[in-house]
């Protein structure tokens, strides 16, 4: 009995052993380092896009600026930044375009922008307290969102809406069996109204 005893009391003590958490001794992890990214790193022309980062102060205020680099970009461009539109062109080259902003309570942002020119843009997030300052780039390139919808005749041709050889084909066997149908029910009504008066 006192073998048994000492046994669950032996094994008890490693299992509840095993159940306590590690715990640092009076250790100060540093921060994580800032950083940032964009939702998707090629977009069109008119397509918004998310600019996110994080690793600045709670409620901190920021300034996100939009830098045109390679051309066409750099010659000017029109950006617009939550509900505000810049609608002339940037007649500086290489001149960038600022926007208000301001860190959550994590110290994370989101920003959604749109850019209607084509080129490499460099988008800077920076702290006004902290002086923390994260990058991001981001592609556009193609054409712009409802441009070219006629064929001018200079090579471009209509958006393809889906509308191919196969659905038509498919649109006709599916009308033929439908007027199939209506046929065999007018039939077999007609049939049995003579039946009945017979």
Not at 8 to 15: D, H, Q
Not at 129 to 134: A, K
Request: charged residues 10%; without cysteine.
């Amino acid at each position: 009995m006192k073998k048994t005893l000492a046994a669950l009391t032996l094994a008890g003590s490693i299992a509840l052993i095993g159940a306590v958490p590690a715990m640092a001794a009076n250790t100060t992890y540093p921060a994580p380092p800032a950083n940032s990214a964009v939702s998707d790193g090629t977009v069109g022309p008119g397509e918004q896009f998310v600019f996110r980062g994080k690793g600045f102060k709670a409620g901190e205020g920021l300034t996100i600026s939009v830098t045109p680099g390679a051309r066409p970009a750099s010659t000017g461009a029109s950006v617009a930044g939550r509900g505000m539109t810049v609608t002339g062109k940037i007649t500086l080259p290489l001149a960038a375009q600022s926007f208000p902003s301001a860190a959550d309570a994590n110290g994370a942002f989101s920003f959604p922008l749109t850019i209607s020119e084509t080129g490499v843009y460099t988008l800077t997030a920076t702290g006004l307290e902290s002086g923390i300052s994260v990058s991001s780039s981001v592609t556009v390139e193609g054409r712009a969102v409802g441009a070219g919808l006629a064929n001018t005749g200079n090579g471009t041709a209509l958006a393809n809406t889906g509308a191919d050889s196969n659905l038509m084909i498919w649109s006709l066997v599916g009308a033929g069996a439908l007027a199939a149908g209506v046929t065999s029910v007018v039939v077999v009504r007609r049939r049995a109204k003579a039946d009945v008066t017979v």
